[in-house]
């Protein structure tokens, strides 16, 4: 595609940003709907089957329901927009009604780093190596974990804000929870960039062409893991929505839509770092005959998500939660020390190859 | 302004920090528009189990979570001290990387100081 | 007007004005948040200036640690949430005088060093250099004409920071018993 002039360049990323956006907020939708059909297949239940179906008649005279539950996250969606939005009246009005939207934001601004293909003609600018909104930033890597960082705002902001006792307890488990496991992915996140040589996340999938880095490290990749899921606040590090102590924790004063953005958040961050986990450890948009059909890129990126996303789920079904204890002994004398050794380790190993001392 | 790439894809970041708040704070105005409204004061109070709520929420929190808070301050600079060298690193003499590894020994040290005098501990 | 000047103008009005919220805001949490807005501020300051990884460090540092770190002490203090008292206090006249004196400093500063340059427009930086200038700062912090020194007290510096730190904030109470 030629793009000659900056201003053509800024309308080609703004409207490439509004799609993505858009195709991760779908996804959004259908990942509520693939957790609670999973968790229910794991839990030998059927799950929502009620909200559209396509009917197929078979020769009994009954109807087969085929794809049952598919318009499911519409009619949520719909549900939230006719929902009362109440504020208590003891909540910190302007924190109470900016916590949402902070917590929106840096999901959608990683986004903007993310690579989801190759090359791609007709549909990349030229000049540019792989397709990303904005990929020219040479600091990806870090541009990533100093927006991660941020997210710990919304959590405090709603917890604080709130002015209930379970939201505050819950916001503050949570953010100490979310820097803890924080160093330990920052740390981890240090083994791809060594290994590519750059901070740039376009190269690091390029990195991967012989061999993914889950191979190579796959101590790394199940630290970067385990800090996700933490980071995230996915079972079972869920312990700030606790449900049976907590009652949801930092959200409990929110309502209707106020409470769909936490959730949206929530799930764009599950897409976010399950595609972050595939440029890291999983060769990203690489896969077979992706040199000859560079789209092919799109498909690889959006099935190493789907994988994660169940894996996630799967996660979920099959394991009870942290203990608030274990959990800060977890991250701080288990994860924190394999990864700084890991990391030393790595060092060394490179240098040994570049030395000739260990062939490969 | 024709930047350098490298600029002009910050610039587009920058027009990002201007939509992402309008796409968080549209769906919350369409409910406010559509949704219902009618407070009253028990609605109105702040979740407490159901009974009556008692004071504010605003109390004093455990000094822990500011030892964590400290602890993490220095070792997210020191993670940030490394991600120049880890990028460098293909480049690097071996001089270079003796240099970064006694860099993150020295922070495994306060680490190992933090935990030896218990502060890892969770009480 | 040009765009990089209206966003210039944009981002040093969010930094000063979140700057000066920091100091008149009467609920410290607010005020903390101010700060951290402020911070905001100067990082886009640092994109604009075409240092990607010192705005970046100013994300994660600043903004992710230490913002969260003085959130953490003010969730700490009791009763500090609603101060009822001014945020003037008597330190005012001390105060002022310091700032006109490091404002005299400064105009002096930038007056005296800069007064022949002229700063129409940015240097050029070529785009080669541009993409690799996180590389060329790694291996600047590692080698031993540069800043391996440095890098290395800056280590020793973070360790005797945390040893001091646990040392003041953890209560010693197996050392006296």
Redesign the interface.
């Known amino acids: 595609m030629a793009i000659n002039t900056l201003s053509q360049l800024a309308v080609y990323s703004l409207v490439v940003g509004f799609i993505m956006t858009f195709v991760v907020i779908t996804g959004f939708a259908y990942t509520t709907l693939l957790e609670r059909k999973l968790l229910a297949r794991l839990q030998h239940r059927v799950g929502p089957n009620r909200a559209g179906y396509i009917p197929i008649p078979t020769r009994g005279g009954k109807e087969r329901k085929l794809l049952g539950g598919f318009m499911q996250p519409a009619a949520d969606a719909v549900k939230l927009f006719f929902k009362e939005d109440m504020t208590p009246v003891m909540v ?1 009005k ?2 109470y009604f900016l916590a949402p939207i902070i917590t929106v934001i840096p999901a959608i601004f990683i986004l903007a780093v993310i690579p989801w293909a190759g090359f791609v003609p007709y549909i990349t600018p030229e000049g540019r190596d792989y397709f990303a909104i904005a990929p020219g ?3 990806g890597v ?2 990533i ?6 997210s ?2 919304g959590v ?2 709603a917890g ?1 804000s709130s002015n209930s006792k379970y939201a505050i307890l819950g916001g ?1 488990r949570a ?1 100490a929870q979310m ?1 803890s496991y ?1 160093l330990a992915m920052g740390l981890t996140v240090l083994v791809p960039v060594m290994l590519a ?3 740039d996340l376009g190269v690091i999938v390029e990195g991967q062409r012989g061999m993914w880095y889950l191979f190579l490290q796959p101590i790394a990749a199940l630290v970067f893991w385990i800090a996700a899921l933490a980071e995230l606040q996915r079972a079972p590090f869920d312990l700030l929505e606790a449900e049976q102590e907590l009652s949801a924790g930092f959200t409990v004063e929110y309502s209707s839509m106020r409470f769909g953005m936490f959730f949206l958040a929530e799930y764009m961050k599950m897409i976010i770092f399950c595609a972050l986990f595939a440029v890291f450890f999983l060769g990203g948009y690489r896969g077979p005959f992706v040199d000859q059909v560079p789209a092919l890129g799109f498909v690889y990126t959006a099935l190493k998500v789907f994988l994660g996303l169940c894996v996630m789920i799967w996660i979920r079904a099959s394991l009870p939660r942290f203990r608030y204890d274990q959990l800060m002994s977890f991250g701080w004398k288990v994860l924190l020390p394999i990864s700084v050794v890991n990391f030393m380790i790595v060092a060394v190993m490179i240098v040994l190859v570049e030395e000739g001392v260990l062939g490969f | ?1 024709e ?5 002009n894809d ?2 587009f ?2 027009l990002f920090v201007v939509l992402s708040p309008i796409l968080a704070a549209v769906p919350m105005l369409i409910n406010y528009l559509l949704g219902p409204r009618k407070p009253n004061f028990i609605k109105q109070q702040t979740y407490e189990c159901g009974v009556e709520t008692v004071g504010d929420a ?6 822990q ?3 964590y ?6 070792f ?6 490394l ?7 293909g ?3 071996l ?3 003796g ?2 590894v ?2 993150i020994l ?2 495994a ?3 190992a ?2 935990w030896g ?3 890892l501990e969770w009480v | 007007m ?3 000047q209206f ?1 210039f103008l944009a981002v040093s009005g969010l930094t000063i004005v979140a700057g000066i919220l920091v100091v008149t805001l009467r609920n410290l ?2 005020a903390a ?1 101010a700060m ?1 807005l402020s911070f905001l501020g100067v990082a ?1 300051i640092y ?2 200036l ?1 240092a ?2 010192l ?3 100013q ?3 600043y ?4 913002s ?2 003085i ?3 003010i ?4 009763r500090m ?2 101060a009822q008292d001014t945020p003037f206090n008597s330190q005012a006249g001390a105060g002022l005088v310091t700032a006109v004196l490091s404002f005299i400093l400064l105009v002096f500063v930038i007056t005296r060093l800069w007064r022949n340059e002229i700063f129409d427009s ?1 240097p050029e ?1 070529p ?1 080669a250099i ?2 690799q ?7 600047d ?4 004409g540069a800043y ?1 020194i440095p ?2 007290v ?3 510096l ?2 005797a ?3 001091g ?2 040392y003041v ?3 010693q109470v ?1 050392d006296e018993a």
């Open positions: 910190d302007w924190t930033i040479n600091v870090l541009f974990l100093a927006i991660t960082s941020i710990v705002y405090v902001l604080w503050i953010s820097i924080e040589n750059s901070m | 302004m930047g350098t790439p490298v600029q910050w610039y970041i920058l605003w109390v004093q929190f455990k000094v979570y500011y030892i808070a400290l602890v993490f301050v220095i997210d600079i020191e993670a940030v001290f991600f120049p060298v880890a990028a460098a690193y480049q690097l003499p001089f270079a990387i240099a970064a006694l860099f020295l922070l040290d306060g680490l100081y933090a005098r218990g502060v | 040009t765009g990089e966003v949490f607010h948040l951290m886009g994109i604009m075409g990607g990884f705005a970046a460090a994300l994660l540092i903004i992710g640690a230490i969260i770190l959130i953490f002490a969730m700490l203090t009791r949430m609603q940015p930086v785009t541009m993409n200038i996180v590389v060329q700062l790694g291996s912090f590692v080698s031993p391996v890098f290395i800056a280590s020793m973070l360790l920071a945390l040893i730190a646990v904030a953890w209560p197996e």
